[in-house]
């Protein structure tokens, strides 16, 4: 009997020890002297530009480690150019450049490029709900993460970080041991923790219901051809209106939550006419453009 308590008192200890270690796999893994002061050396040599980061993403309720993202991803160099063709402090590929309204040349333009990082994190956030897997999709792109997920079963980033490329797998460890050097790992930890892991993720809620608001135009004002688009927290309200040519009064009639889910949420839909949705997608990138100005 004593041997079969003893037993079971060694199973159970092995699975809390198991337990334990999954616990703490997402963790620091280079807490050495040397690397803590290489990635405070980069803050240190770069203070200014780090302040501006901060001042940014403090504007947009982006917590301040991941100004960390910037020092991975180009040790604060604007003039990094990857071999993979990304280029700037926060290493923009051309499409992801494209799809936030930067140019080329904007891609090594301080200002323009964490402007449209602060949009593209915010999305990414509001989409995965922590911030170790938007620094994941960040490297790898959101579909690569998706798939991951598909294929761990699970959207905890402890179970399917394998099923990801090295590189990003690397890329993230990297990222927690910039966050310890800076004395944010902790933080950083906490908002993953607390973060549920769904089964289903559910679709996001228009903020307005547009076939009612249809049937309601229709009686009112004759026939209306609605469409819908979605976009970015790059745009710029009042840019969208010069190009359209329309009153605000008009717009937000259409449009009654896209100031506050662009703020919030870093996304929003678009519901237009056909012919002003014929207007807004053939000026769509210098309404970006002349946003990323303001």
Not at 50 to 62: A, G, H, L
Not at 185 to 192: A, G, P
């Amino acid at each position: 009997m004593k041997q079969l308590f003893f037993k079971y008192c060694i199973l159970f200890s092995c699975v809390i020890s198991s337990q334990n270690i999954f616990a703490q796999r997402l963790t620091a893994t280079d807490t050495s002297e040397k690397s803590v002061r290489r990635y405070q050396n980069v803050i240190n040599n770069n203070k200014q530009l780090v302040r501006f980061i901060e001042y940014c993403f403090t504007k947009r309720n982006i917590p301040k480690h991941m100004r960390n993202l910037a020092i991975i991803e180009s040790g604060l160099d604007k003039s990094q150019v990857s071999s993979a063709g990304a280029a700037g402090v926060w290493q923009f590929m051309t499409g992801h450049a494209n799809d936030y309204g930067l140019t080329e040349s904007d891609r090594s333009d301080m200002y323009k490029s964490t402007k449209a990082v602060s949009n593209s994190l915010i999305n990414l956030y509001n989409k995965y709900h922590n911030w170790v897997t938007v620094v994941a999709a960040y490297n790898c792109g959101g579909g690569n993460v998706n798939k991951a997920m598909q294929r761990a079963g699970s959207k905890n980033y402890t179970d399917f970080e394998s099923f990801l490329p090295l590189e990003t797998q690397n890329h993230v460890q990297k990222y927690l041991n910039a966050c310890y050097a800076t004395g944010e790992l902790n933080s950083v930890l906490q908002d993953y923790y607390k973060t549920p892991v769904k089964q289903k993720e559910t679709p996001n809620k228009q903020s307005v219901d547009i076939k009612k608001f249809k049937e309601n135009t229709v009686k009112n004002q004759g026939k209306i051809d609605l469409m819908e688009t979605t976009i970015n927290g790059a745009y710029h309200l009042d840019t969208i209106l010069k190009y359209l040519k329309i009153e605000k009064s008009q717009f937000l009639k259409w449009n009654p939550e896209l100031e506050r889910n662009l703020a919030q949420k870093g996304e929003s839909i678009l519901i237009l006419p056909k012919n002003l949705m014929d207007m807004f997608t053939i000026n769509k990138y210098r309404i970006l453009t002349e946003s990323l100005k303001k």
